[in-house]
């Protein structure tokens, strides 16, 4: 069974850096969309950011300018690069993956927490 493990994430302090990794454990055929989402306390879950197998973008209006999408499709692989992080951007991050046909994939999460 496929398995997708997010990495990065952290403490940071306002202003600050993380990069955010995610990986398949294994092989998904036809790939679509690759995405990050996040789920603060006490929130639903919301789409942070998608990137299409052309490499197309779209960002959540609070992150742009801020984080950037980036993915590696031989290796199963997405990123998301956030800059001048802030405390509202606390939350369990996750990885998904979305194929053609087919469930989507998620990942576990990563916590991220920015606070002084």
């Known amino acids: 069974q496929v398995q997708l493990v997010e990495s990065g994430g952290g403490l940071v302090q306002p202003g600050g850096s993380l990069t955010l990794s995610c990986a398949a454990s294994?092989?998904?055929?036809?790939?679509?969309?690759m995405s990050w989402y996040r789920q603060a306390p006490g929130k639903q879950r919301e789409l942070v950011a998608t990137?299409?197998?052309?490499?197309?973008?779209n960002y959540d209006d609070s992150v742009k300018g801020r984080f950037t999408i980036s993915r590696n499709n031989g290796k199963i692989a997405v990123y998301l690069q956030m800059n001048s992080l802030k405390p509202e951007d606390t939350a369990l991050y996750y990885c998904?993956?979305?194929?053609?046909?087919?469930?989507?994939?998620w990942g576990k999460g990563t916590l991220v927490t920015v606070s002084s």
């Open positions: 294994g092989s998904i055929s036809s790939i679509n969309t």
């Open positions: 998904n993956v979305r194929p053609y046909v087919g469930m989507d994939y």
């Open positions: 990137i299409t197998r052309s490499g197309r973008t």
